[in-house]
C-alpha cells in the first residue's frame, strides 16, 4: 500500500477544510468594514464564535499533519516562506484574541481599537495565506534536504496576486455565509457583497489560471495535453456554471425553503473546491514544486503507518463531532440572542 | 558569546524561548481550570446547590478568555519547529512527528470540537450532554499535555530509535518512544504543576473577594475552601514527584543536576547541599557560597553516602551553556513549592480552628501568592531546557545543528514582532482577567445563556456598555 500517497489525500482534505472553515470565520472578519452597525457586527461575529476554534484546529493538523508524513516538505516549506508565515501566525493571535476583547471593551476607545483588530487581523492572514500558496506553486529552491533561497523569495507579482484573490475568496465565503445565518436588512447587505465578491472572485480564479501558464511550461502540458485535456477542461466548465447558480441563487427571494439561503455559500464552496482541484491537478505530485515529489518528503513508513492507524479512527470520529457541535448552532442568529 | 552581534542561533532559540514561556502560562492554568470546571458542574449536577452553578458559571468567563490565548499562542508554536528548527524537524520527525500528529487528533480537536458547546451551549443541550462536553474539553487538555510532554521527553531520554545514515532518527519502538524515560516523572510533575497554579489562583481570587467582603462572599468562601484543600494535599505531592524527578534526571542527565545543585567537583559522600551562590562558569566554581553539609547527598541519593557528579568531570562542550539561569531557576522554583506547602498547613490550620473565611494575614498571604504557580512552572521549564544545552534532542542532536537556514536579520525583524505582538495583545488579555477576577461572584451568576437577552453578546452581559452609551456607538465602531 501506498502510505504516501493515501497521507497526501488525506492532508490534502485537511488543508481543503481548514481553507473553507476558517475561510468563512475569516471572511466575516474581511467583512468588518463594510458592515456598519455595532448591533450587526456582533451578529456576524456571533455567528462564527462557537466554531472559529474548531475552524482553526484544521490548520494545526496541516501543520503537524506535514510535519509528521512529509517532514521534508515541511522543513523546506516554512523556511522559505518564514515571513509569511510568521506574520500570518501574528496575524491570527490578534484576530483571536480580539474576539474575546471587543466583546468586553468598556469603552468606544477600546472597542474600535479592537474592531480594526479583528478585521486586520483576519485580512493580513488571508493575505499571507494566498502568498504562501502562490509562492508555493511558482515553486520553492531546494538542495540536499534543506531550503536554498533568500528570505524575499516568496515576493512576487504573482504571490501578491494569489494573495488578494484569497482575501476576495474568503470575502465570499463570509458574505455567503452571513446570507444563510442571519435575516432580513443584514442579509441584503451580504448578499450585494457576495455578488461583488463573487465577481472578484472569478475574475481571480481566471487571473491565477492564466498566469500558472506562464509560470511553468509542466502546468501547459498539464492542461493542454492529450488525452487528458478531454477530462480536465470539465473542472473550468464546471466553476462557470456553478458561479452562475450562486448568483442566480443571491439575487433570488428570500421566502423559500431554509435551504436557500444556504445554496450561496454551497455554491462557493464548490467553487473553493474547483479550483483546489485544479491547484492538485497542476501541482501533483509534488510535495514542494518543482523538485520534490511526496515520496522524496516522506516519513519513514513506521511513522507514516503508525499515525494513519490513529487517523483512520479518529478523523471519522472528529468529523462527526465537528458536524454535532455546527448542528447544536444550528439556525439563524438573531440579534439579542447572542449565544457567543 | 562575546561578539556584539547575536547570531541567527541565539536569535532563534531566544524567540523559542519567548513564545513557548508564553504559551505555557496559558495550558498551565487551563490545564486546571478545565478540570475545576468539570468539577464544578459535577457537583451541581449531584448536589443541585446553586453555588456551584454560580462558580462554574464565573470561572467559565474566565476560561474563554485564557484558553483563546493559549490556542493562539499554541498556533504559532506548532509552525516554529518549521521556521526556525527546520533541520531539527527533519531529522526527528520520524519520531516526533507522530506524537504530534496525535495530539492534534486526540486532544486538540476534542478541546475545540466540544468548547463551543461548553461555552455557550447551556440551554441548546440537555444538562448531562453539557457535562459531557465539560469533560471532554478538560480530558482534552490532559491528552495534550500527555502528547506533548510525551514529545518533549524523547528530546531529553531519546528511546526506541535507529540512527538512519543521513542522521534521522527512524522509529523502532513506538512503546519505547511514547514511554521514554523521562516521561511519566515529567507527566506527573507538569500535570501536578497545573492543578497546583489553578488552584493558587483560585485560592488567591477567593481570598480577595473574602477581604473585600469581609468574609460574607458565600461564593469566595466556597472557592477559598476548594482553593485550600487542594493546595493542602498538592502541593506536599508536588515537592515529592519533584524529589523522585531530580533522580530520574540524575540518572540521565548528571550534568544538568550538577547544574541545578551547583556542584563543580565530585563527592564520593556526604555532598553538601547549596542553598545560595553564585556559579562562576570561567573559575568553574561557586562564589559567596552558602552550604549546608551532606545534606546534598542525602536528598539527591536518599543516603549519607551517595555519590555526586560535578560539573567539571565534563568536557566545557557537553555542560549546559548558562548554569547560573540553571541554578537559580531551580531555586525559585523550589522555594516558591516549600512556600506553596506553607501556605497549605496554614488554610489546615486556620480551617481548624474555625476562621477560614475570616479575612486576615492569611488571605493576604494567598493573594499574594496568586502568580505564584505560574513563576514556578515558568522557572522549571527553564531549568528543564536550559539544562539539556547545548543539545535539542539529548546526547544526540546539537542544538546549533538543528536550527534552520535563515538570515539573522528575518530572525531579528520575527523576533521583535513577537516581542511587540505578544506584549500588546496578551498584556491586553491579561488585563481583561485581572478585571474578571476583580468581579466579585454573586447568587444567579450570569452565565453564557442563549436564553437571556444578552445584548452585547459578550459572556458577561455588560450593563457597563450599555451604561456607557455604547450600544449607541455610531456607525462603523
Ligand atoms: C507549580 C509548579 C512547580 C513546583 C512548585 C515545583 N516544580 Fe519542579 N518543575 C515544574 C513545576 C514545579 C515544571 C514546570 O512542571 C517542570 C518543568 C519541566 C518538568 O518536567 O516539570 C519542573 C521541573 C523540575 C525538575 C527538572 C527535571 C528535568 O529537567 O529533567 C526538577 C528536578 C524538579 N522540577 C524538582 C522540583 C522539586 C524538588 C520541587 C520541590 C519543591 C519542585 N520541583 C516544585
Ligand atoms: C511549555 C513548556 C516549555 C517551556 C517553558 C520551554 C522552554 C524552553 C526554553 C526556555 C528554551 C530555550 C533553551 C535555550 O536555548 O537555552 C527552549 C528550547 C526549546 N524547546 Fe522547550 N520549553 C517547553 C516545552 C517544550 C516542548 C513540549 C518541546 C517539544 C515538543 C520543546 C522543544 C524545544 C526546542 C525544539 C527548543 C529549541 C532548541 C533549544 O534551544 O534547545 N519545548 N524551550
Ligand atoms: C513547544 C511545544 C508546544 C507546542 C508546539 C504546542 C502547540 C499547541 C497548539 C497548536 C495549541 C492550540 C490547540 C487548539 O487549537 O486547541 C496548544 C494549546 C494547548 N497546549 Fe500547547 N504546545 C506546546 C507546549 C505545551 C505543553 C508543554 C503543554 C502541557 C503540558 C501544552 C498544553 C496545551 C494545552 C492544554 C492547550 C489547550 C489550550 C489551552 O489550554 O490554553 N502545550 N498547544
Same mark, same amino acid.
Given at each position: 500500500?501506498?502510505?504516501?500517497?493515501?497521507?497526501?489525500?488525506?492532508?490534502?482534505?485537511?488543508?481543503?477544510?481548514?481553507?473553507?472553515?476558517?475561510?468563512?470565520?475569516?471572511?466575516?472578519?474581511?467583512?468588518?468594514?463594510?458592515?456598519?452597525?455595532?448591533?450587526?457586527?456582533?451578529?456576524?461575529?456571533?455567528?462564527?464564535?462557537?466554531? #472559529? !476554534?474548531?475552524?482553526?484546529?484544521?490548520?494545526?493538523?496541516? $501543520?503537524?499533519? &506535514?510535519? @509528521?508524513?512529509?517532514? %521534508?516538505?515541511? +522543513?523546506?516549506?516554512?523556511?522559505?516562506?518564514?515571513?509569511?508565515?510568521?506574520?500570518?501566525?501574528?496575524?491570527?493571535?490578534?484576530?483571536?484574541?480580539?474576539?474575546?476583547?471587543?466583546?468586553?471593551?468598556?469603552?468606544?476607545?477600546?472597542?474600535?481599537?479592537?474592531?480594526?483588530?479583528?478585521?486586520?487581523?483576519?485580512?493580513?492572514?488571508?493575505?499571507?495565506?494566498?502568498?504562501?500558496?502562490?509562492?508555493?506553486?511558482?515553486?520553492?529552491?531546494?538542495?540536499?534536504?534543506?531550503?536554498?533561497?533568500?528570505? #524575499? !523569495?516568496?515576493?512576487?507579482?504573482?504571490?501578491?496576486?494569489? $494573495?488578494?484573490? &484569497?482575501? @476576495?475568496?474568503?470575502? %465570499?465565503?463570509? +458574505?455567503?455565509?452571513?446570507?444563510?445565518?442571519?435575516?432580513?436588512?443584514?442579509?441584503?447587505?451580504?448578499?450585494?457583497?457576495?455578488?461583488?465578491?463573487?465577481?472578484a472572485t472569478l475574475g481571480f480564479i481566471g487571473a491565477v489560471s492564466l498566469a500558472m501558464l506562464f509560470l511553468q511550461p509542466a502546468f501547459v502540458e498539464r492542461w493542454f495535453g492529450f488525452p487528458h485535456v478531454l477530462v480536465v477542461w470539465v473542472v473550468p466548465l464546471l466553476v462557470l456554471l456553478l458561479a452562475r447558480r450562486m448568483f442566480r441563487a443571491l439575487s433570488e427571494a428570500h421566502d423559500g425553503p431554509w435551504w436557500r439561503d444556504a445554496l450561496p455559500f454551497a455554491c462557493a464552496l464548490g467553487l473553493f473546491g474547483l479550483s483546489y482541484l485544479g491547484l492538485g491537478i497542476s501541482l501533483w505530485p509534488f510535495a514542494v514544486p518543482p523538485s520534490v515529489t511526496i515520496w522524496d518528503a516522506a516519513a519513514p513508513e513506521a511513522s507514516q503507518a503508525f499515525l494513519l492507524a490513529g487517523a483512520v479512527v479518529l478523523l471519522p470520529l472528529i468529523l462527526g463531532y465537528t458536524a454535532y457541535a455546527y448542528w447544536v448552532f444550528r439556525g439563524k442568529v438573531r440579534a439579542g440572542e447572542g449565544y457567543h | 558569546m562575546m561578539d556584539a552581534l547575536p547570531s541567527a542561533l541565539d536569535l532563534a532559540r531566544f524567540q523559542f524561548a519567548f513564545t513557548v514561556v508564553w504559551h505555557f502560562l496559558f495550558p498551565a492554568f487551563t490545564i486546571g481550570l478545565a478540570s475545576y470546571l468539570a468539577v464544578l458542574e459535577g457537583l451541581w449536577l449531584v448536589t443541585k446547590r446553586d453555588v456551584f452553578l454560580d462558580l462554574f458559571r464565573w470561572w467559565l468567563r474566565v476560561f474563554a478568555v485564557a484558553f483563546a490565548m493559549g490556542v493562539v499562542s499554541g498556533l504559532v508554536m506548532s509552525y516554529q519547529f518549521g521556521t526556525n528548527w527546520s533541520v531539527f524537524a527533519d531529522r526527528t520527525a520520524g519520531t516526533l512527528g507522530p506524537l504530534l500528529g496525535y495530539e492534534v487528533l486526540t486532544a486538540f480537536f476534542l478541546e475545540a470540537g466540544f468548547l463551543g458547546v461548553m461555552l455557550f451551549g447551556m440551554g441548546r443541550v440537555g444538562k448531562g450532554l453539557h457535562f459531557l462536553a465539560t469533560g471532554c474539553v478538560a480530558f482534552g487538555t490532559l491528552l495534550s499535555a500527555f502528547w506533548i510532554l510525551s514529545a518533549n521527553s524523547w528530546m531529553h531520554t531519546p528511546a526506541g530509535y535507529a540512527l538512519s545514515p543521513d542522521g534521522r532518527f527512524l522509529p523502532e519502538d513506538w512503546w519505547a518512544i511514547i514511554f521514554n524515560p523521562s516521561f511519566p516523572y515529567r507527566l506527573v510533575h507538569t500535570v501536578i504543576a497545573a492543578y497546583l497554579t489553578t488552584a493558587l489562583i483560585v485560592g488567591a481570587v477567593g481570598a480577595f473577594h473574602l477581604i473585600r467582603s469581609a468574609g460574607a462572599n458565600a461564593q469566595a468562601r466556597v472557592m477559598f475552601?476548594?482553593?485550600?484543600?487542594?493546595?493542602?494535599?498538592?502541593?506536599?505531592?508536588?515537592?515529592?514527584?519533584?524529589?523522585?524527578?531530580?533522580?530520574?534526571?540524575?540518572?540521565?542527565?548528571?550534568?544538568?543536576?550538577?547544574?541545578?545543585?551547583?556542584?563543580?567537583?565530585?563527592?564520593?559522600?556526604?555532598?553538601?547541599?547549596?542553598?545560595?551562590?553564585?556559579?562562576?562558569?570561567?573559575?568553574?566554581?561557586?562564589?559567596?557560597?552558602?552550604?549546608?553539609?551532606?545534606?546534598?547527598?542525602?536528598?539527591?541519593?536518599?543516603?549519607?553516602?551517595?555519590?555526586?557528579?560535578?560539573?567539571?568531570?565534563?568536557?566545557?562542550?557537553?555542560?549546559?551553556?548558562?548554569?547560573?539561569?540553571?541554578?537559580?531557576?531551580?531555586?525559585?522554583?523550589?522555594?516558591?513549592?516549600?512556600?506553596?506547602?506553607?501556605?497549605?498547613?496554614?488554610?489546615?490550620?486556620?480551617?481548624?480552628?474555625?476562621?477560614?473565611?475570616?479575612?486576615?494575614?492569611?488571605?493576604?498571604?494567598?493573594?499574594?501568592?496568586g502568580g505564584s504557580g505560574l513563576v514556578a512552572v515558568t522557572a522549571g521549564w527553564i531549568v528543564t531546557e536550559a539544562g539539556r544545552q547545548p543539545y535539542t534532542v539529548y546526547g544526540m542532536l546539537r542544538t546549533a545543528d538543528s536550527v534552520s537556514p535563515i538570515a539573522a536579520p528575518a530572525v531579528a525583524a520575527s523576533l521583535a514582532a513577537f516581542a511587540v505582538v505578544y506584549f500588546l495583545v496578551f498584556g491586553a488579555g491579561i488585563w481583561l482577567l485581572f478585571r474578571l477576577f476583580a468581579q466579585p461572584p454573586h447568587a444567579d451568576q450570569e452565565g453564557p445563556r442563549p436564553d437571556t437577552p444578552i445584548r452585547s453578546a459578550g459572556i458577561t452581559p455588560a450593563p457597563s456598555l450599555r451604561d456607557r452609551g455604547i450600544r449607541d456607538l455610531p456607525a462603523g465602531e
Amino acid at each position: 500500500m501506498d502510505l504516501s500517497l493515501i497521507w497526501a489525500m488525506l492532508l490534502a482534505l485537511a488543508v481543503f477544510l481548514y481553507v473553507v472553515m476558517d475561510g468563512f470565520d475569516l471572511g466575516v472578519g474581511i467583512l468588518f468594514p463594510a458592515i456598519r452597525g455595532a448591533e450587526d457586527r456582533d451578529l456576524i461575529v456571533n455567528t462564527v464564535a462557537p466554531v #472559529w !476554534d474548531g475552524n482553526e484546529t484544521w490548520l494545526i493538523l496541516g $501543520g503537524g499533519g &506535514l510535519l @509528521a508524513v512529509f517532514p %521534508l516538505a515541511y +522543513a523546506v516549506i516554512m523556511p522559505a516562506l518564514y515571513m509569511p508565515v510568521i506574520i500570518m501566525l501574528l496575524a491570527l493571535v490578534f484576530r483571536g484574541v480580539s474576539f474575546e476583547m471587543r466583546f468586553r471593551a468598556e469603552t468606544v476607545w477600546g472597542r474600535r481599537a479592537w474592531n480594526r483588530g479583528f478585521w486586520l487581523g483576519s485580512t493580513v492572514a488571508a493575505l499571507c495565506q494566498g502568498i504562501m500558496l502562490g509562492a508555493f506553486v511558482q515553486g520553492i529552491r531546494v538542495e540536499g534536504r534543506a531550503y536554498a533561497g533568500g528570505w #524575499w !523569495d516568496w515576493l512576487s507579482p504573482f504571490s501578491v496576486m494569489t $494573495g488578494v484573490a &484569497l482575501v @476576495a475568496g474568503y470575502g %465570499l465565503l463570509g +458574505a455567503c455565509w452571513i446570507v444563510w445565518k442571519t435575516e432580513g436588512e443584514l442579509q441584503d447587505q451580504a448578499r450585494r457583497l457576495a455578488r461583488i465578491l463573487g465577481y472578484a472572485t472569478l475574475g481571480f480564479i481566471g487571473a491565477v489560471s492564466l498566469a500558472m501558464l506562464f509560470l511553468q511550461p509542466a502546468f501547459v502540458e498539464r492542461w493542454f495535453g492529450f488525452p487528458h485535456v478531454l477530462v480536465v477542461w470539465v473542472v473550468p466548465l464546471l466553476v462557470l456554471l456553478l458561479a452562475r447558480r450562486m448568483f442566480r441563487a443571491l439575487s433570488e427571494a428570500h421566502d423559500g425553503p431554509w435551504w436557500r439561503d444556504a445554496l450561496p455559500f454551497a455554491c462557493a464552496l464548490g467553487l473553493f473546491g474547483l479550483s483546489y482541484l485544479g491547484l492538485g491537478i497542476s501541482l501533483w505530485p509534488f510535495a514542494v514544486p518543482p523538485s520534490v515529489t511526496i515520496w522524496d518528503a516522506a516519513a519513514p513508513e513506521a511513522s507514516q503507518a503508525f499515525l494513519l492507524a490513529g487517523a483512520v479512527v479518529l478523523l471519522p470520529l472528529i468529523l462527526g463531532y465537528t458536524a454535532y457541535a455546527y448542528w447544536v448552532f444550528r439556525g439563524k442568529v438573531r440579534a439579542g440572542e447572542g449565544y457567543h | 558569546m562575546m561578539d556584539a552581534l547575536p547570531s541567527a542561533l541565539d536569535l532563534a532559540r531566544f524567540q523559542f524561548a519567548f513564545t513557548v514561556v508564553w504559551h505555557f502560562l496559558f495550558p498551565a492554568f487551563t490545564i486546571g481550570l478545565a478540570s475545576y470546571l468539570a468539577v464544578l458542574e459535577g457537583l451541581w449536577l449531584v448536589t443541585k446547590r446553586d453555588v456551584f452553578l454560580d462558580l462554574f458559571r464565573w470561572w467559565l468567563r474566565v476560561f474563554a478568555v485564557a484558553f483563546a490565548m493559549g490556542v493562539v499562542s499554541g498556533l504559532v508554536m506548532s509552525y516554529q519547529f518549521g521556521t526556525n528548527w527546520s533541520v531539527f524537524a527533519d531529522r526527528t520527525a520520524g519520531t516526533l512527528g507522530p506524537l504530534l500528529g496525535y495530539e492534534v487528533l486526540t486532544a486538540f480537536f476534542l478541546e475545540a470540537g466540544f468548547l463551543g458547546v461548553m461555552l455557550f451551549g447551556m440551554g441548546r443541550v440537555g444538562k448531562g450532554l453539557h457535562f459531557l462536553a465539560t469533560g471532554c474539553v478538560a480530558f482534552g487538555t490532559l491528552l495534550s499535555a500527555f502528547w506533548i510532554l510525551s514529545a518533549n521527553s524523547w528530546m531529553h531520554t531519546p528511546a526506541g530509535y535507529a540512527l538512519s545514515p543521513d542522521g534521522r532518527f527512524l522509529p523502532e519502538d513506538w512503546w519505547a518512544i511514547i514511554f521514554n524515560p523521562s516521561f511519566p516523572y515529567r507527566l506527573v510533575h507538569t500535570v501536578i504543576a497545573a492543578y497546583l497554579t489553578t488552584a493558587l489562583i483560585v485560592g488567591a481570587v477567593g481570598a480577595f473577594h473574602l477581604i473585600r467582603s469581609a468574609g460574607a462572599n458565600a461564593q469566595a468562601r466556597v472557592m477559598f475552601s476548594m482553593a485550600m484543600w487542594m493546595l493542602l494535599v498538592v502541593a506536599p505531592l508536588q515537592v515529592v514527584a519533584g524529589d523522585f524527578h531530580g533522580l530520574n534526571t540524575k540518572e540521565h542527565q548528571p550534568a544538568k543536576v550538577a547544574a541545578m545543585e551547583g556542584h563543580w567537583v565530585e563527592r564520593r559522600s556526604h555532598a553538601p547541599l547549596v542553598l545560595f551562590a553564585w556559579p562562576d562558569q570561567q573559575a568553574e566554581e561557586n562564589r559567596y557560597e552558602v552550604a549546608i553539609p551532606g545534606l546534598g547527598s542525602l536528598i539527591l541519593g536518599h543516603s549519607w553516602d551517595a555519590e555526586i557528579e560535578g560539573l567539571r568531570a565534563f568536557p566545557p562542550g557537553e555542560r549546559p551553556t548558562n548554569v547560573p539561569l540553571v541554578f537559580w531557576s531551580f531555586r525559585v522554583m523550589v522555594g516558591l513549592g516549600l512556600l506553596m506547602v506553607v501556605l497549605g498547613l496554614w488554610g489546615l490550620l486556620a480551617r481548624l480552628r474555625g476562621r477560614l473565611y475570616e479575612p486576615g494575614w492569611l488571605h493576604r498571604f494567598a493573594v499574594g501568592m496568586g502568580g505564584s504557580g505560574l513563576v514556578a512552572v515558568t522557572a522549571g521549564w527553564i531549568v528543564t531546557e536550559a539544562g539539556r544545552q547545548p543539545y535539542t534532542v539529548y546526547g544526540m542532536l546539537r542544538t546549533a545543528d538543528s536550527v534552520s537556514p535563515i538570515a539573522a536579520p528575518a530572525v531579528a525583524a520575527s523576533l521583535a514582532a513577537f516581542a511587540v505582538v505578544y506584549f500588546l495583545v496578551f498584556g491586553a488579555g491579561i488585563w481583561l482577567l485581572f478585571r474578571l477576577f476583580a468581579q466579585p461572584p454573586h447568587a444567579d451568576q450570569e452565565g453564557p445563556r442563549p436564553d437571556t437577552p444578552i445584548r452585547s453578546a459578550g459572556i458577561t452581559p455588560a450593563p457597563s456598555l450599555r451604561d456607557r452609551g455604547i450600544r449607541d456607538l455610531p456607525a462603523g465602531e
